[in-house]
Nanobody, 124 residues
Framework: QLLLVESGGGLVQPGGSLRLSCGAS????????IAWFRQAPGKEREGVSC????????IYADSVKGRFTISRDNAKNTVYLQMNSLKPEDTATYYC?????????????????WGKGTLVTVSS
């Protein structure tokens, strides 16, 4: 069974930071492009960031550019999303996804493998 498990979510004050982690079980991430999505209550799902298998290609949504950084450690079979200068509008459930297609990742299309999500709440 191919599983992705997110961790690192929680409650943080505006201006604070969190680092989300995404671990894989049952498969090696090094052949997969990884995208982070988020969905806030009552809002549509939004693609946040995408990274290629070898980290040579990274993109970000305009809403997080300059504040979020995606990275991966294939030796640890883990992908990260460092989130700085968090704002209340970043509050959402964040999902890690994987697909062999970098095109799908870059277009934030429906990815093959999804985690169950981790909740990030930015509030004072």
């Amino acid at each position: 069974q191919l599983l992705l498990v997110e961790s690192g979510g929680g409650l943080v004050q505006p201006g604070g930071s969190l680092r989300l982690s995404c671990g894989a079980s049952g498969f090696a991430l090094d052949s997969y492009a990884i995208a982070w999505f988020r969905q806030a209550p009552g809002k549509e799902r939004e693609g946040v960031s995408c990274i290629s298998p070898t980290s040579g290609y990274k993109i970000y949504a305009d809403s997080v550019k300059g504040r979020f950084t995606i990275s991966r450690d294939n030796a640890k079979n883990t992908v990260y999303l460092q989130m700085n200068s968090l704002k209340p509008e970043d509050t959402a459930t964040y999902y890690c996804t994987a697909d062999r297609s970098l095109v799908k990742c870059s277009r934030y299309n429906d990815m093959d493998i999804w985690g169950k999500g981790t909740l990030v709440t930015v509030s004072s």
